[in-house]
């Protein structure tokens, strides 16, 4: 297998600021080719710490130059915003040391050669696909190559190196790193393309629409002749980039007429089954563990890729879907043991948070439903999203509105928490403030009934509280 000059060449390699889940996708696939990784970052909280102890990276808390071991030959950054030499001693030694350095999208562009590179893009939905395309892949024995941004429940590393042919990446649309505004996908030399979704998202990057598509007509420019672009229906802006492709095209949705590929006989519960459909005709019963409708979705835009592309019989495709037990933070129930259930989800965006609480409905449709919130992202905290609070939390009963995060927030127009619990109130919600942890629990243990459901919503750790809410609550609601 051919691989790049400086992959070929080097056998070294250093991480600057290694937890992030891409970064250390990324240092394991290099330690699957022999390399010897080591790694740095100044926090290690799951899931960045278990994936750095699983694949046996050297690690060190904390940036300084010394950080960097004798003898390294290549040294990869993160994009986090701390990662800049103006702010960290160890950045700033890695820059002025002649060593060469890489973002990790730019490593995996020479990881890609000779591989056949479906990217999932969007922004929504990727994770989840992204994992599903390669685990379906991996069950069938195809042994494809693949890189995830995000951690799955069932037993599968976030990335591999296989001899298959495939190479399935999720694609970011965020910047490559603090010196490249490039976006991540557009290292990754597609061939074909699946498109989840292009609704505007990261304010702080793209703070138009149209800056925010950019990238993505971009990638799907990039597209071979013999390539396919299968795309979301269902999302308008994803079928606007799909409607100005010139090459191949199949979309797919559960709601827009254009759809070729959709969903039918829809019966949700503790097992999902549905009949997928091409041109309104069932190809197949399919079966899934995943909550939602928009799981649903997902899955009938991944069973297009996989169909059209010839790359899965029906068979397997079934089996693949029916095994596939999802990804950590998208929904997975963290009480068991419990006579309440705590989801959590990941709620970086209004899309994001709106699914997840629709699939509570859908689930859970008699049962009181009090999310705990936390403003983590950039576009969560910005002014212009403030209508996003008017609705996002509709079907709830109650709210609780953890602090926003800090970090950045004198590059953009910060919204402060209480404008936000003023926002959700007037949407005729019962909102209401946490600013610790304990002030959390405190509020839960009082409202909390048997038989309500605790939806956890951040891109963030929630101040310890996805941690000790489970708990809490398993003592305070212990399963009969």
């Known amino acids: 297998m051919a691989y790049g000059t400086v992959i070929a060449m080097a056998k070294k390699a250093h991480f600057i600021g290694v937890c992030g889940v891409g970064m250390s996708a ?114 069938s024995s195809k042994d494809p190559s693949y890189f995830l941004g995000a951690l799955p429940i069932q037993e599968m590393d976030t990335a591999r190196i296989g001899n298959g042919e495939q190479f399935v990446l999720e694609g970011d649309e965020y910047p490559a790193s603090n010196w490249d505004t490039a976006s991540k996908f557009l290292y990754y030399h597609p061939h074909d393309v699946l498109l989840t979704s292009a609704t505007h998202d990261h304010v702080n990057a793209f703070p138009t629409h149209e800056e925010y598509l ?18 979301s229906a269902d999302d308008k802006s994803s079928l606007a980039l799909a409607h100005a492709h010139p090459g191949n095209v199949a979309l797919y949705g559960l709601e827009h007429e254009e759809s070729q ?33 928009h799981n649903v979705q997902n899955i ?86 403030l209508p996003w609070y008017d609705n996002v939390f509709s079907g709830s009963d109650l709210v609780l509105i953890y602090e926003p995060a800090t970090q950045g927030a004198s590059t953009h127009k910060q919204l402060s928490q209480e404008e936000i619990v003023e926002r959700v109130s007037a949407s ?9 942890a304990t002030e959390g629990l405190s509020i839960l243990k009082t409202e909390l009934k048997e038989n309500d459901v605790v939806l956890l919503l951040t891109s963030g750790d ?19």
């Open 300 to 385: 009938v835009g991944v069973s297009a890729l996989l169909l059209e592309k010839e790359l899965l019989t029906e068979e397997e495709l079934a089996d693949g879907v029916k095994t596939f037990q999802g990804i950590k933070r998208r929904l997975d129930l963290l009480s068991p043991h419990s006579a309440v259930h705590v989801y959590e989800g990941f709620g970086s965006s209004y899309e994001k948070a709106r699914a997840a609480i629709e699939a509570m409905g859908l689930h859970h449709p008699d049962q009181r439903l009090i999310v705990v919130f936390e403003p983590h992202t950039f576009s969560w905290r910005n002014r212009d999203a």
């Open 261 to 293: 590929w959709s969903a039918a006989n829809m019966q949700f519960g503790k097992t999902t089954t549905f009949e997928l459909t091409r041109d309104r005709e069932t190809i197949i019963a399919l079966e899934t563990s995943l909550l939602g409708k």
């Open 26 to 139: 990324t240092a394991k696939l290099l330690k699957d080719l022999g390399w010897e990784v080591s790694g740095s970052d100044d926090s290690f909280y799951p899931p960045g710490s278990e994936l750095v102890e699983r694949y046996g990276i050297v690690f060190t808390k904390g940036y300084r130059g010394k950080n960097i071991p004798e003898g390294t030959e290549l040294i990869v950054i993160g994009k986090n915003a701390k990662l800049v030499p103006e702010e960290n001693e160890e950045v700033k030694t890695a820059l002025a040391s002649g060593v060469t350095v890489r973002s990790f999208p730019e490593v995996l562009e020479q990881l890609i050669e000779d591989k056949h590179s479906i990217i999932v893009s969007g922004s929504y939905g990727k994770s989840t696909c992204t994992a599903l395309l390669a685990w379906s892949l991996m069950h």
């Open 428 to 436: 005729g919600i019962d909102a209401r403030a946490i600013h610790t």
């Open 214 to 231: 950019a990238p993505f007509k971009t990638l799907i420019s990039l597209i071979p002749k013999d390539g396919l672009l299968v795309a």
């Open 462 to 480: 929630l101040g310890g509280l996805i941690a000790s809410i489970p708990k809490s609550v398993t003592e305070q609601f212990p399963k009969h």
